[in-house]
């Protein structure tokens, strides 16, 4: 591993909690070169939501290339770009209702956002932004500034302005009524909150330690949008393409936000690329006002078409999730309960959960106990309280007891580690 | 083609110059679904300096896939990243003498330029970044503030800040000596420019319309940088990967940047990969202070050692460059001298060429005209007033003749219609 | 009146309340150029707490003028700015135990809002300033920052940034505890709140609308500032110079905050004359680090030592504005209780007080009655739901009563004419 | 002196050069405290163009005063206020031709500049003022972001934006064609330049070092804005009111600039008073948009209208800054001459000159051996190369030949102690 040390940047970070070098890949699991196999119940932070290396989906990829399919040519039309949205059309969108505009923002996550925050801000002609306490949405600056992570936000290296962050659905513990800031804010004209362009929003927060919003948040907000004017973004990157259960997480609450944006598993195999979709009256771009040189990335096209072919024209995937989503919930707060004491309990939706612990430490010593016992998890938070868990939609029940069982016994090691003098 | 109108945002910008659906593509040829072929000289931008989808680096990479080898596992370490890393330091770096470390900060060219920005800022603890006149970095809020063109920088929605803009080389038509302004800023305290944190430079500025900086002028630039503690960034990205001739295109000049950006050809196939590298004693980076999805992409860490192993490892592909070079220099030259009166002449270093028209409207009337015959190429400048090449370095000089004469008759019946009634 | 419409910009406002043209002024009287009297419990919005021209501070103003005493010299050293420094030094620094240094930072209160703000963000190397819902603290770009209203605000015409806003006390009706949102997002990394400089806030907001800080209130934002390493800065601009009853407004809840802005009545005359105090340790200006033309107005330095000397050498001046604070109390609530069905209740502290009417356009209807009669008062607050008190500390019980009740009259018209249909 | 070493704030710096405590004026002539007379080149920095208690306008402003004429009525309506727009409108305004509104921003001169900028971008709805190498506007944000001195931009604690910095007339040395880039970036939609709402100029810079900028430079700049659409905005506090000459400092140009700021010696007598004019149809502020405590000083009004009666009824005041400026350049000259070792030459328009030293430290030394002598004059300059003459126009020729040869004795033994070893 000497060559990392001497030549990748101080940045890495994933790398340190799992130290070994991997090599292949196969639904959930992932081996090191030793042949070591690690059940993965990370999934490329979601991004891998169909599991490693689907067959259907590299089987099609291969023919692909095999067959000199156009890998790279901007944004020009393919025929592979025009078969993923074809069935992005035809599969997501119509029979959701949802009469989108599909931009290819570029191949990342934070293209996406940036997209999506260019667009607010040219429709409405205002500047400032409303994010939420403990959000995630990348690192390029724009992305950066609607971002909660203190760390994160000090490597900007400049003041991170045009924001205004409130906070998420139960960030007070239920002592105020939802939205009573921002509503009040909004509602005096002296409140000094310069009138948003648009309010950003997980429904799941990943990164922030799987906080959860409710449904009926998720309404109060669409509804607080539409009553001032103000553009709803979901951010769906990684709880979009079915991680809580709907293709879309914002489903199940019934909302339809006027901007989205996805990335992670939408191209189905890990893959960069990204989509910021927004009501068709929206699209006030220009021709090339937002550019790039990978916003028509066609492998990706290619996965990401027999993706959605493969799992989304029936429900079977999204009444998995619903099962699978219970069994690692009535699992994890079985192992939440016996560890009371370190202040454990059990956070998220579908097959985003969390098993977060008061006691300092205790979530990180859970997820190197975890490793050492061949399953790979790791935290988040701002304290990194939580110990998060994102396995593949596609991750066998067996799979997932199995993980589940390494975490109670990891949990048993970890809090026995953690304990205070 | 309705499919695209109806689905895909308004912002679409090279498919509207090509209006076919491009289906397969071999070395310099790319063909439409009906078969017919054309000639690219535009190669995705400079994405594809060793042409579409090359035989041995498809070769590995079909084998990787095939073999379960790791697509994503965010930035852990896999086997193909080391193989990566060893090899662009075998390759490159060590045999350049460069200490560079190197980050991957996220799959698009913009990550690379937002790492370099946010690590300047960062370790100088200033705001202010000195770019030039019409240059490109990125459409994320931080690259964008850098870049000069006034569409894409409306389409921003916030004021883009903390940056001061510069004449390029020969902006003002060698009317004033090399850097008599930015020398007179930096010496004067009541000058009222903030001492900058760095200075971001392409050494050929390829959408500002192939401007060309000189090696003397890179040379002051990098000792103005020096003799004020100011880090000189190179944006390599469409530079670099042997467009000029030598893999960085500062060679040449016999530079050392404190920092540069990688993009575009450097996976060689068209994945999407970025890199940032920098002195080893900048690395000041915090674990995870900038972090994301797309930092580890497998696929192209394949393609991208197999691509510096088959073409970096002798000297051909950099002497085939300035051959080529020279013959695109002297057939526009030819082109050039014929079309005198729309004001034509020649710009570009290496495989990086433009054919620059006074007369508005003649270059993109020549680009146009060039596609009825089955070659692609593009404008670019402010006012697209260049036609741009940047062909395959792996073009051969038949193919090069060939895409010559039919600019050379494109330019005969652009002229004639953007003619001045 | 022509030469107004004529010449003066259209920003003029207080005029279009009182379509008159002021001749001259004497104690708690101003009167028009036909000599009518109007009793005067605006008082130049707080500028003049003594009364309008003093015959104390005439006499030594006139003395001082007739002697050629130096009216202007920049911020050299003169007897009458040594006579100021040394009597505001014993009696009212002295006294209070306040060891502050002294800063002239020009002569209108937005300069010693800047100077605090540069200041505090120079000291602690952070940007954001926290402020509160309908603050008020000046015209001018960094002062604006922190204003809540949002026309003025408008008026900017670039962002307003590195600032953030929370709920004043009992901004949300007492549905959350004190400081719960500060609090939350001081204390949790990932709030995405930058680590702020300084706080500034008012005591009682003026023109937000007469909303009175509680004693306790101010006291746990002290405590919360000093816990986070955070400046506090009191605005007492409009509440000290014995507004509230103590000189500063902040004594009665027995904080010491560690920057202060004073200005309106600190010269006793109404001539321009602002101050910025802080604690000793906080001094780290350069010289000349900010600097102006007006920042030693001899004039104001003679009126404002006389001040301190004739109403500040004994507590009557103090004791008065408790007990006519009372009277005033008393009458309004009186008045507010006969109006219950407009929504009427009174706020204030000491001898600012406010007249709040529920009912739109009540408030605007009672001062333009009060006009009519004889009365100046204003409206503040964001919809000009507030008649707003502030008559000169010296105005005498009769001519409080004569006021009152005309205010009382003035409503009973008012109210009849706000009737909704 | 203890007091202000123990109660001011270590940002005073004018005291620092004249370390004595003053206490009587008269005409070109102050006192300290012991009696001894200094005479006075410094004027206030410009504020006293009518020397120190002028008779006439001590008489009109006592009898003021001990009339009870109003002091203090924020904005309103008053017959001083009447008075003083009148006269400014009849002597001033009507002579010339000029077609200005005019707003009362506020007391000081950044609240004129301050108001200049708020409403250039609110017409234009564009951020980005240009400004000039060696600028200076003021302290406050707004006015800050557009002042050249990097120690005083150092103070603001946050980053000064919207702000775009081009070259003042002869800036470099007479090697470039007059706005070359300020032209080019304006005329290249790739120049990175976002189109500006105003440009702000002093025709002669004095803080920046007694610059002048020529007519033809000036006329060139008035011809460019006028091109694209920007606003000028000329900022004469310090040069206007008759010290180059004529009343405002740009009539000798003969430009007319859309908006114009006017403070120092627009009351006459040192008292702050600041004005904003702009042509009327760009009058656009809604009532109240930017407001402020001291909009009206009164005593400012009634000494500003005798001011103007007194000295610009005819044209005496103006040629005799003429003849006198013309006595003063050529005394200089000859000065200059004889150390023309240490690089001395001078600089200025008018009353407004400048003794510049190429020898470090020289010009501080020659102010601080002045000081020995009995005269007052101050440095200006990033290096604080240039001794600043800004005697009061009134000043008779006798006085300013004394204050002369007390320059050259001053400026021999300064020379001599500046003399590198």
Chains 1, 2, 3, 4 share one sequence.
Request: charge should be negative.
């Amino acid at each position: 591993m000497e060559i990392f040390d001497r030549l990748e940047s101080e940045v890495r970070s994933y790398c340190r909690s799992w130290p070994v070098v991997f090599n292949e890949a196969r639904g959930s699991y992932i081996y090191d070169e030793s042949g070591r196999p690690y059940l993965d119940f990370f999934a490329g932070a979601g991004s891998l939501n169909y599991g490693h290396n689907n067959p259907v989906l590299k089987s099609e990829l291969i023919d692909y290339l095999a067959g000199d399919g156009i890998v790279h040519s901007l944004d020009a039309y393919t025929t592979a770009k025009r078969e993923f949205l074809q069935t992005f059309g035809d599969v997501i969108l119509g029979p959701r209702g949802l009469d989108y505009k599909v931009q290819f923002p570029g191949p990342a996550g934070n293209n996406a956002v940036e997209a999506a925050l260019k667009l607010a801000r040219k429709i409405t002609g205002r500047e400032v932004i409303v994010n939420f306490t403990n959000s995630f949405h990348g690192m390029t600056l724009g992305a950066l500034a609607v971002t909660g992570n203190s760390m994160k936000r000090g490597g900007a290296g400049v003041p991170l302005t045009h924001v205004n962050t409130m906070p998420y659905d139960n960030y007070m513990d239920g002592e105020t009524p939802d939205f009573l800031w921002l509503r009040s804010v909004l509602e005096d004209s002296g409140s000094g909150l310069d009138k948003p362009a648009a309010v950003i929003v997980e429904t799941v927060q990943g990164e922030g330690g799987i906080n959860v919003a409710g449904a009926e948040w998720l309404r109060g907000l669409a509804d607080l949008c539409k009553d001032h004017g103000i553009l709803l973004i979901v951010d769906d990157i990684q709880m979009g393409c079915g991680r809580t259960g709907g293709f879309f997480s914002f489903e199940e609450a019934g909302i339809t936000p006027d901007i989205v944006t996805l990335s992670k598993s939408i191209s189905g195999y890990g893959i960069p690329l990204a989509l910021t979709l927004f009501k068709r009256e929206l699209d006030v771009w220009g021709p090339g006002e937002h550019n790039g040189t990978f916003r028509g990335p066609n492998p990706a096209f290619v996965t990401g078409a027999a993706a959605l072919n493969h799992f989304w024209r029936d429900d079977e995937l999204q009444k998995g999730t619903a099962a699978k989503g219970e069994l690692i919930h009535r699992r994890l707060s079985a192992i939440a309960e016996e560890f009371a004491e370190a202040g454990a309990h059990v956070r998220g939706r579908g097959m985003a959960a969390g098993l977060a612990f008061e006691r300092e430490g205790a979530a990180q010593a859970v997820s190197r106990e975890a490793f050492q016992r061949g399953l790979l998890i790791e935290t988040s938070g701002p304290e990194d309280e939580v110990a998060k868990l994102l396995p593949a939609l596609t991750t066998t029940e067996e799979e997932l007891e199995q993980g589940l069982d390494i975490i109670a016994e990891a949990a048993r090691a970890a809090v026995k580690i953690s304990q205070p003098a």
